[in-house]
């Protein structure tokens, strides 16, 4: 679709806004939100006709592209034949749904609990653990995103939970592997590995392993900075868990349904968790949803005794419908194998390429369309370009490579210092070619600002 300017129209939108609407994780009167007029696959475009390629997926979820034909046409019939339903009743997208999602899961993970987004799916996914063990702690990492709710944020390990840490809900955090900013004066990935695993369960001693009830990990953490764990490090969790009866849940909101170029990112390390939370990419966020997929054992705790737990709109039949279809065009246009071969064969390569002609890059890391960039002040010590949760004038680095990328054409998603390549899955090779030319420019500006 070409875009069609329309300032006016663009006006009163922002304005409407700008009036009413009061946006999270802002400090409202110092946002100035751009007014969308469309999107179509990869890219979306303001009200001037400005037109940019969607490196945010979103918020790491449209993993299929804005206005699939297919899923909007699942989303119209759907609502023609039956809009909405109690969740107590057997609907056929909601049963459908729950078995295309079943078939994919790793292992026995084969009962779906549905919920509206991720972090909802995360606090029942922590309930049913604490229920299945009758232990109260929570075990997660630092460097971690779970949710904005009130268990889920206070599971997070990044200066988002500090606002609301009670310093009550039951959470002990602890240090994940990352080499590169590695805690444990490691060298290699071996080390990091190991070092990581003697760390977590030391942990666990102190803590008392009869007062933990799970652990929870981001199979690869996503706004974090997109960790890809070492080879080892989540088997050698599964084997602690086991050793300690503690349940195991993989987060794998961001990182599921094609994203690491496979289905979930636990078949990239060959690992079953008790409890696997998603959201986001099940339906490309089209209608919002999201879920648990629970193991037997867990299930069975629940089988003559009642859950505690539920949600008015849990397996919503639009929401529902837009997961089986976008399951269907994910397996038959082969969108998961697209993003394993151009994280592999254009993303990768064309980012460390880039590593080594800008000295604002530090690392570069990641898998399928799963990719961050660490961008730093000075390479030799690995100073970030800018403060650990900055803002304001401390951020202005961060600020004018951001501007770059969207003046370049690009809306980049960044966090603290990183950039994230995070396009749609089902993005082209010529698309992501633009984009990454792009981002080479706007690292240009980050290269200003090193020493």
Same mark, same amino acid.
């Given at each position: 679709m070409?875009p069609?300017?329309?300032?006016e129209v663009g006006a009163?939108?922002?304005?409407?806004?700008?009036?009413?609407?009061?946006h999270?994780?802002?400090?409202?009167?110092?946002?100035?939100p751009?007014?969308?007029?469309?999107?179509?696959?990869s890219?979306f475009?303001d009200?001037?006709g400005?037109?940019?390629?969607?490196?945010?997926?979103?918020?790491v979820?449209?993993?299929?592209?804005?206005?699939?034909?297919?899923?909007?046409?699942?989303?119209?019939?759907?609502a023609?034949?039956?809009?909405t339903?109690?969740p107590?009743?057997a609907?056929?997208?909601?049963s459908? /749904?729950?078995? =295309?999602?079943?078939? &994919?899961?790793?292992g %026995?993970?084969?009962? $779906?609990? +549905?919920?509206?987004?991720?972090a909802?799916?995360v606090e029942?996914?922590?309930?049913?653990?604490?229920?299945?063990?009758?232990r109260?702690?929570?075990?997660?990492a630092?460097?971690?995103?779970?949710?904005?709710?009130?268990?889920?944020?206070?599971?997070?390990?990044?200066?988002?939970r500090?606002?609301?840490?009670?310093a009550t809900?039951?959470?002990?955090?602890?240090?994940?592997p990352f080499?590169y900013r590695?805690?444990?004066y490691a060298?290699?990935?071996?080390?990091?590995?190991?070092?990581?695993?003697?760390?977590l369960e030391?942990?666990?001693?102190?803590?008392?392993?009869?007062?933990?009830?799970?652990?929870?990990?981001?199979?690869?953490?996503g706004?974090?900075?997109?960790m890809?764990?070492? /080879?080892?490090? =989540?088997?050698g969790? &599964?084997?602690?868990c %086991?050793?300690?009866? $503690?349940? +195991?849940?993989l987060d794998?909101?961001m990182?599921?349904?094609?994203?690491?170029?496979e289905?979930?990112?636990?078949?990239?390390?060959d690992?079953t968790?008790?409890?696997?939370?998603?959201a986001?990419?099940v339906?490309?966020?089209y209608?919002?949803?999201?879920g648990v997929?629970?193991?037997?054992?867990?299930?069975e705790?629940?089988?003559k005794?009642?859950?505690?737990?539920?949600?008015?709109y849990?397996?919503?039949?639009?929401?529902?419908?837009?997961?089986?279809?976008?399951?269907?065009?994910m397996?038959?246009?082969?969108?998961?194998?697209?993003?394993?071969?151009?994280g592999?064969?254009?993303?990768?390569?064309?980012?460390r390429?880039?590593?080594?002609?800008?000295?604002?890059?530090?690392e570069?890391?990641?898998?399928?369309?799963?990719w961050a960039?660490?961008?730093?002040?000075?390479?030799?010590?690995r100073?970030p370009?800018?403060?650990?949760?900055?803002?304001?004038?401390?951020?202005?680095?961060?600020a004018a490579?951001g501007?770059?990328?969207?003046a370049g054409?690009?809306?980049?998603f960044?966090?603290m210092?990183r950039?994230?390549?995070?396009?749609p899955?089902?993005?082209?090779?010529?698309?992501?070619?633009?984009?990454?030319?792009?981002l080479?420019?706007?690292?240009?500006?980050a290269?200003?600002?090193?020493q």
């Amino acid at each position: 679709m070409t875009p069609q300017p329309d300032p006016e129209v663009g006006a009163a939108v922002k304005a409407a806004d700008r009036a009413h609407v009061f946006h999270s994780w802002s400090a409202q009167e110092l946002i100035d939100p751009l007014a969308v007029a469309g999107a179509e696959g990869s890219y979306f475009w303001d009200y001037d006709g400005r037109r940019y390629l969607d490196f945010t997926s979103g918020l790491v979820y449209t993993n299929i592209g804005y206005q699939h034909p297919k899923v909007v046409a699942a989303i119209q019939e759907q609502a023609a034949h039956l809009t909405t339903f109690a969740p107590a009743f057997a609907i056929e997208a909601r049963s459908e /749904a729950a078995r =295309l999602i079943a078939e &994919r899961t790793p292992g %026995d993970l084969d009962k $779906i609990f +549905f919920t509206n987004g991720g972090a909802d799916a995360v606090e029942h996914a922590v309930r049913m653990a604490r229920l299945h063990t009758g232990r109260p702690k929570v075990l997660s990492a630092y460097r971690s995103y779970h949710g904005g709710t009130q268990q889920a944020v206070n599971i997070t390990g990044d200066p988002r939970r500090w606002a609301s840490d009670s310093a009550t809900a039951g959470v002990v955090h602890f240090w994940a592997p990352f080499l590169y900013r590695s805690r444990f004066y490691a060298q290699t990935e071996e080390q990091e590995c190991a070092r990581a695993l003697e760390h977590l369960e030391t942990t666990i001693a102190f803590e008392g392993p009869s007062t933990v009830a799970a652990i929870i990990l981001e199979t690869i953490p996503g706004t974090a900075g997109i960790m890809v764990p070492p /080879a080892g490090y =989540l088997a050698g969790v &599964r084997e602690i868990c %086991d050793k300690y009866g $503690i349940v +195991f849940v993989l987060d794998e909101v961001m990182a599921g349904f094609g994203r690491t170029g496979e289905w979930f990112a636990a078949d990239l390390f060959d690992v079953t968790p008790d409890l696997m939370t998603f959201a986001k990419g099940v339906n490309s966020g089209y209608v919002p949803l999201g879920g648990v997929a629970i193991s037997g054992a867990v299930a069975e705790t629940f089988g003559k005794r009642p859950y505690p737990g539920g949600l008015t709109y849990s397996g919503h039949p639009l929401a529902c419908a837009a997961a089986v279809a976008t399951i269907n065009v994910m397996a038959e246009e082969g969108i998961v194998e697209n993003a394993a071969r151009l994280g592999a064969e254009v993303v990768g390569p064309a980012l460390r390429e880039l590593a080594e002609r800008h000295p604002s890059v530090g690392e570069v890391r990641g898998v399928g369309m799963f990719w961050a960039v660490e961008l730093v002040k000075n390479r030799e010590t690995r100073e970030p370009l800018v403060p650990y949760n900055a803002a304001g004038e401390a951020n202005a680095p961060m600020a004018a490579f951001g501007a770059a990328a969207k003046a370049g054409g690009i809306w980049p998603f960044m966090n603290m210092n990183r950039t994230h390549v995070v396009p749609p899955c089902n993005v082209s090779e010529a698309e992501l070619k633009e984009g990454l030319a792009a981002l080479d420019a706007a690292l240009a500006v980050a290269d200003e600002y090193t020493q």
